[in-house]
């Protein structure tokens, strides 16, 4: 296993995180059930809520400051709020998601996440 900054960042381009030699997804949310390279047991940990807890936070933090600066700045039409930050909303997520959640299975690697022995 590789130290936590190249497990995440691998994880973050969609590549196994232990070796970064084969794809981490089987799918675009579907994570691989073991490495092609490594036989890195990918399929069994368990990433749950936290991908898409991440991905709400983080856009969260993109959408809602930029709504503001725009209305103090402009006072736009309601309708011009909406043709802007509904769309960016819904593209950030579904750029988001995967990455982050290939981050979150390599932190969860690193941490011993989907060992045989850990019943987590
Ligand atoms: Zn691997």
Do not use: N
């Amino acid at each position: 296993m590789p130290d936590m900054p190249t497990a995440l960042l691998r994880g973050l381009r969609g590549i196994c995180p232990c070796c970064g030699k084969a794809r981490l997804f089987a799918g675009w949310l579907r994570v691989a059930g073991s490495c092609a390279q490594c036989d890195a047991p990918l399929g069994r940990v368990r990433a749950d809520d936290l991908p898409p807890y991440v991905t709400i936070f983080a856009v969260g933090h993109i959408v809602v400051p930029g709504m503001l600066v725009l209305e103090k700045a402009q006072t736009p039409d309601l309708w011009v709020h909406t043709a802007i930050w509904v769309p960016l909303t819904i593209a950030l997520s579904l750029a988001l998601m995967r990455p982050v959640k290939g981050a979150t299975i390599g932190l969860m690697l690193k941490l011993g996440f989907g060992q045989p022995d850990h019943h987590a």
